[in-house]
Nanobody, 130 residues
Framework: QVRLVESGGGSVPPGGSLRLSCAASGFALDNYAIGWFRQAPGKEREGVSA????????DYADSAKDRFSISRDVVQNTVYLQMNSLKREDTAVYSC???????????????????????WGQGTQVTVSS
């Protein structure tokens, strides 16, 4: 019973910061990736950042790479997304998701293949406005 629980969303002014958390449980995998995705009203879901087990690979979307930082707590199986210098266009529902195929036969190193993320959290709202 895979469970992914996000927290840390809220409303901040432009230039502010938020730290999102994703607590993952209910699975036993040697290789996997946990990613952060976001979806704004009327827009398609897009990858923001991802991190892998056991090797700790990290990737960022171009819009996030200079402002956001992803990290993991291996013991607690929790992923964090520190978001700084937030912009209005960052407003979206942010969801974390589990990719159980990472590192398996036939998988690639691409971390933002949405169809490979089989399990999703409920999402947390991030609103950036003045």
């Amino acid at each position: 019973q895979v469970r992914l629980v996000e927290s840390g969303g809220g409303s901040v002014p432009p230039g502010g910061s938020l730290r999102l958390s994703c607590a993952a449980s209910g699975f036993a995998l040697d290789n996997y990736a946990i990613g952060w995705f976001r979806q704004a009203p009327g827009k398609e879901r897009e990858g923001v950042s991802a991190i892998t087990w056991p090797d700790g690979r990290i990737d960022y979307a171009d819009s996030a790479k200079d402002r956001f930082s992803i990290s993991r707590d291996v013991v607690q199986n929790t992923v964090y997304l520190q978001m700084n210098s937030l912009k209005r266009e960052d407003t979206a529902v942010y969801s974390c998701a589990l990719n159980p195929y990472y590192g398996g036969a036939g998988d690639t190193d691409e971390l933002f293949i949405v169809d490979e993320y089989d399990y999703w959290g409920q999402g947390t709202q991030v609103t950036v406005s003045s």
